[in-house]
């Protein structure tokens, strides 16, 4: 063709690109399906394997372990010094935090936030395709933007008593500094038939608040947990009942926190200190039972059409000896912790992924570390039929697609 033709055939195909973004990217679903898949992410703030798997064994975990025999499982490489801001920027864009702007919880004296992206989100790439988008306390996502459906913020929300935004916990009615839903319309719903809900956990208790009263601050702060907790499962019942969208990522903040400061430690561990880390030495197991009961309401909204992600930014391991002291404090600075995420090398602390759908195999675990957070987001606009924009450096998990019995590199069938 004369490189005329050929620079008017290019011109003509942006034109065409520029005016019907989505019918140019949208192709045939893996699943060959006529109606629009139906995807649900379960986001965990640090699942931990090494906790899940012996409750997994024992029988503790039934729904976790209905999804990763009927689904593909596995670990999830994460990035060196992994939290939650930076991982959960990660699964929208596909992007690292120096290229999408989160950088971590703090961003130039600011706490991170959506006005900081600078890469087209997950949220906004399926808006754009006319796929129905709904997200309910994704970390990082406040304030809120407009999307093909609704969105209330989860972890660093600004609000009463929680100006900067740091891992508190407002109510929905004490937001303060921006939108935490989108469409603000939705609000007075939201308070009608869910109530007023915390948006997040609570910040943890600081060592001053514990001298002295260590049983009472920790079952307090526990119930505090707990009741967040229900407020979110309630939460997502409705949302998923009364506004199902053809994609939903809902996300749970508590294990983590939980993790931190009582993970089951032995008087080895660095930081074991007698007078706390024997009171509620189930404190942590128990934040994934009953994350077991959240999954279960979800599931009641899971049919055979819907693919179900199940997905954690990073794992969380007890401290090791060599650490300098001073490294051993939480997010906020102010609770000695005996559990973190931020290992410099990512593989040490890796996250969950599990998936369960009509065209994921079945009672596959993949081996090693081939899925990144980087593959989330690619894999999903997969499932849509939408060509991943090129800034993504994630790539699509081909390998959990197929029927069971098609073994890919460096899977193995159970
Ligand atoms: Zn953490």
Request: include cysteine.
């Amino acid at each position: 063709m004369p490189w005329k033709l050929r620079c008017l055939a290019y011109l003509l195909f942006a034109v065409f690109i520029a005016f019907f973004p989505a019918q140019g990217q949208v192709r045939q679903t893996p699943n060959g399906a006529h109606t629009r898949p139906r995807v649900i992410v379960l986001g965990v703030n640090g699942a931990e394997w090494d906790i899940l798997r012996p409750l997994l064994v024992r029988g503790e975990m039934p729904n976790l372990a209905r999804v990763i025999e009927r689904g593909v499982s596995g670990k999830m490489r994460t990035i060196s010094a992994p939290n939650c801001p930076k991982i959960y920027s990660i699964f929208e864009t596909s992007t690292p935090p120096e290229e999408n702007g989160i950088t971590g919880f703090i961003v130039h004296g600011t706490t991170a936030n959506t006005g900081m992206l600078r890469s087209e989100p997950l949220w906004s790439l399926l808006s754009n395709s006319r796929v129905t988008v709904g997200m309910a306390n994704v970390p990082a996502t406040f304030p809120v933007k407009p999307v093909n459906g609704y969105m209330i913020s989860g972890m660093l929300t600004r609000g009463k008593n929680c100006e900067d935004g740091l891992l508190c916990s407002p109510k929905l009615s004490e937001v303060q500094g921006g939108d935490a839903v989108y469409p603000p319309t939705m609000v007075p719903e939201l308070e009608a038939k869910v109530g007023d809900f915390l948006i997040d956990c609570a910040r943890m208790p600081s060592a001053k608040d514990l001298l002295g009263h260590e049983a009472a601050v920790v079952y307090e702060w526990l119930a505090r947990v707990s009741a967040t907790r229900e407020q979110q499962r309630k939460l997502f019942d409705y949302l998923l009942t009364d506004h199902p969208t053809d994609f939903t990522f809902l996300v749970q903040s508590c294990e983590d926190r939980v993790g931190h400061w009582l993970y089951p430690i032995q008087p080895y561990n660095v930081g074991y200190d007698r007078k706390l880390n024997t009171i509620q030495v189930n404190a942590f197991p128990d934040q994934y039972r009953a994350l077991d009961k959240v999954l279960g309401t979800i599931l009641k909204h899971v049919n055979e059409n819907t693919t179900l992600l199940i997905i954690s930014d990073h794992g969380i391991k007890p401290l090791r000896e060599k650490e300098p002291h001073e490294a051993h404090r939480d997010h906020a600075g102010t609770t000695p912790i005996i559990a973190k995420h931020d290992f410099e090398d990512g593989d040490d602390v890796p996250g969950v992924f599990v998936a369960m759908g009509p065209s994921i195999k079945k009672g596959v675990r993949i081996m090693g570390l081939p899925m990144s957070v980087f593959d989330i987001a690619p894999t999903i606009l997969y499932i849509y039929g939408i060509t991943p924009p090129e800034q993504m450096k994630g790539r699509i998990l081909t390998e959990i697609f197929g029927s069971s019995d098609e073994t890919a590199s460096g899977t193995l069938v159970r």
